[in-house]
C-alpha cells in the first residue's frame, strides 16, 4: 500500500469513528447540554475526561481488531470477551450485547429521524415525510454498497462539515468568545466530581457504538502504527467537537439548558445568514453519517449469518432487508420527541453499557498480564499495553 493510500485509509477510518457519533442529537448540542452543560462550567471536566476516552478505547478497539483479524462485532465481541471472562459469563456477554446494541441502534435511528425531519420542515417547509423518506433512501444506499462506499462517503463529508464549523466559528463563536470564557472561569455549576465525571462515563459507554462501526470499516489498516493513528484521529475529533459545542453554547448559560436545539439557537443569536446555512449543513451531514454508521453494523453481521448458511445467493436483499426493518422502527420511536428520546433513551442506554462487560473489558486492556490466548503468542506480557 502507497503513502498516500495508506493516509487515506486512516483518515478515512478514524473519520468513520467520528462522524459516526457526530450524530443528530450531538450536532444540535442536545446531547452536550444533557450530559454536559447542566453541569455549568465544570462541566468542561466531563468533555475532557470523554476526549480521553474517545481517544483510548478508539486506538484499543482498531488495534484489537487487526490483531485478531476480525472486522465483524460479533467475531470482535467473541475474542474481547473470552480474553478477559469465564466462558460461561463470555457467551451472556455476547448475548446481552447483541440486545443493547440493537436497541441503542434503533434509539439512535429514531433521534436522528427526528432531527432531521424537523429540521427540514422548519428551515426549508420540506413536508416531515419527504424528507425523513429521502434522508432513508440515501442512508439505504450508501449502506447496501459496503464499507468502501462508506469510507468513501464519510471521509468526503467529513471535509465538508469541518469546512461548515470554521464558518460557524468565525460567524458565531467569535463574537461570543469573551462571554463564554467568563461563564467557563465563573465556576457556576455543580462541581460534584460524582456528577460531571459519571455523566462523561457515560456518554462515553453509549457512544462506544462508534467503536463497532470503527472496527467494521477497519479492514484496511494493515499494520499497528496506522490503527493507533486512525482510532486516536478518530477519538480526539469526536472529543474537540464536544469540547468546541460545549463551549460555544455556555455563553448562553443557564438558559440555554433547556432548549430542544441549542445549537440553532446560538447560531440564530448570531444573526449571520452564512452560519445558519454552515449549520444546517452540518445537521444534515451528521444525521446521514449516523444514520449510516449506526445501521452498517447489525446489517453486515446479519449479512454474515446469512451467507455462513445460504452462501453467495440473495446477498443484496440481505442488505437491504434489515436496513428497511431498522428505518421504520426508528421513524415509529421518532414520534416520542428529540428531548424526551435523549433524556431518557441515551441515559439508559449509557447506564447499560456502563454496566456491560464491553467498557469493563476494554479498560483491562491495557493491563499487564495478557490474556492467555494472546500468551500463547509467544508476545511479551511485560508491556502495559499488551495488544501492541
Not at 491495557?366 to 499488551?386: H, K, M, V, Y
Request: a positive charge; glycine letters at 12%; charged letters at 10%.
Amino acid at each position: 500500500m502507497t503513502t498516500r493510500s495508506t493516509t487515506y485509509a486512516i483518515l478515512a477510518v478514524g473519520f468513520t469513528y467520528t462522524v459516526t457519533i457526530f450524530g443528530g442529537a450531538f450536532a444540535s448540542g442536545r446531547e452536550i447540554m444533557q450530559f454536559f452543560g447542566r453541569f455549568g462550567s465544570w462541566g468542561t471536566w466531563g468533555a475532557v475526561w470523554c476526549l480521553v476516552l474517545f481517544a483510548y478505547f478508539g486506538l484499543v478497539g482498531l488495534a484489537l481488531a487487526r490483531r485478531w483479524g476480525t472486522f465483524e462485532y460479533k467475531g470482535f465481541l467473541r475474542n474481547l470477551y473470552r480474553g478477559f471472562l469465564p466462558r460461561a459469563a463470555a457467551g451472556i456477554s455476547e448475548y446481552v450485547f447483541e440486545i443493547a446494541y440493537l436497541f441503542l441502534c434503533i434509539l439512535v435511528i429514531g433521534i436522528i429521524i427526528a432531527t432531521g425531519g424537523s429540521l427540514f420542515q422548519s428551515e426549508f417547509g420540506i413536508p416531515y415525510l419527504a424528507a425523513t423518506a429521502v434522508m432513508a433512501l440515501i442512508i439505504l444506499l450508501v449502506v447496501v454498497y459496503g464499507a468502501n462506499v462508506i469510507r468513501a462517503f464519510n471521509f468526503t463529508i467529513t471535509w465538508v462539515l469541518l469546512a461548515a464549523a470554521v464558518v460557524i466559528f468565525v460567524a458565531a463563536f467569535i463574537p461570543i468568545a469573551g462571554k463564554s470564557a467568563e461563564v467557563i472561569a465563573s465556576g457556576v455549576g455543580s462541581s460534584a466530581p460524582g456528577g460531571w465525571l459519571w455523566s462523561g462515563t457515560l456518554y462515553t459507554a453509549y457512544n462506544l457504538l462508534g467503536v463497532i462501526m470503527l472496527i467494521s470499516v477497519g479492514e484496511v489498516i494493515i499494520d499497528r502504527k496506522s490503527a493507533f493513528r486512525a482510532g486516536i484521529i478518530g477519538g480526539l475529533g469526536i472529543g474537540l467537537l464536544v469540547l468546541f459545542e460545549y463551549i460555544i453554547c455556555m455563553a448562553y448559560y443557564p438558559g440555554i439548558v433547556e432548549e430542544t436545539l441549542p445549537l440553532h439557537f446560538v447560531v440564530g443569536q448570531a444573526g449571520v445568514g452564512a452560519a445558519r446555512y454552515a449549520y444546517d449543513i452540518i445537521l444534515i451531514g451528521a444525521v446521514l453519517t449516523t444514520g449510516v454508521g449506526v445501521t452498517f453494523p447489525p446489517v453486515r453481521r446479519f449479512q454474515t449469518l446469512m451467507q455462513a448458511k445460504y452462501g453467495e445467493k440473495n446477498q443484496s436483499l440481505f442488505r437491504i432487508g434489515p436496513v428497511v426493518v431498522l428505518l421504520l422502527i426508528g421513524y415509529a420511536l421518532s414520534a416520542l420527541g428529540l428531548i424526551p428520546l435523549v433524556a431518557k433513551g441515551f441515559t439508559t442506554a449509557g447506564w447499560v453499557f456502563t454496566c456491560s462487560p464491553l467498557m469493563t473489558c476494554g479498560c483491562m486492556s491495557c493491563r499487564r498480564t495478557a490474556p492467555a490466548t494472546i500468551r500463547s503468542s509467544g508476545r511479551s506480557s511485560a508491556s502495559l499495553f499488551w495488544w501492541t
